[in-house]
C-alpha cells in the first residue's frame, strides 16, 4: 500500500500560479510512474501531466508550456508547477503512483483547484 496526500490547492485568479505537491508513504525512486490527473465537475478525469524513472514527461496538449512536472525522490515528493491559469484548469486534482512491473497504481484524495475568471 501507498497514501498519496496531494495539497497546494487554492482559488486563484487567472493567469496566476499555483504549485501542487505529493507526497508518497514509500519510496517512489525507482521503476514507478508519478502522475497528475484532474477532474472537473461533469467530466472524466484525465490524465494532465506524467514522469517517469528517468525523468521522461509527458503532459495534455492544453497544458504544455504551462504545467511543468517534477520530482524529488529523496523526498518521496511530485511537483505540479501550474502558471498562466485559466478558468477552464478548475478541477480536483490527483496524484497517482503507478508500478508498470506489476501494474499496481494508487491514488491521492485529490487537492480542488479553482481559478477565477
Known sequence: QVQLVESGGGL????GSLRLSCVASRSISSN???GWYRQAPGNQRELVAQITTSGTTNYVDHVKGRFTISRDNAKNTVYLQMNTLKPEDTAVYYCTTFWPLSGLRYWGKGTLVTVSS
Open 12 to 15: 486563484v485568479q487567472a493567469g
Open 32 to 34: 514507478v510512474v508519478l
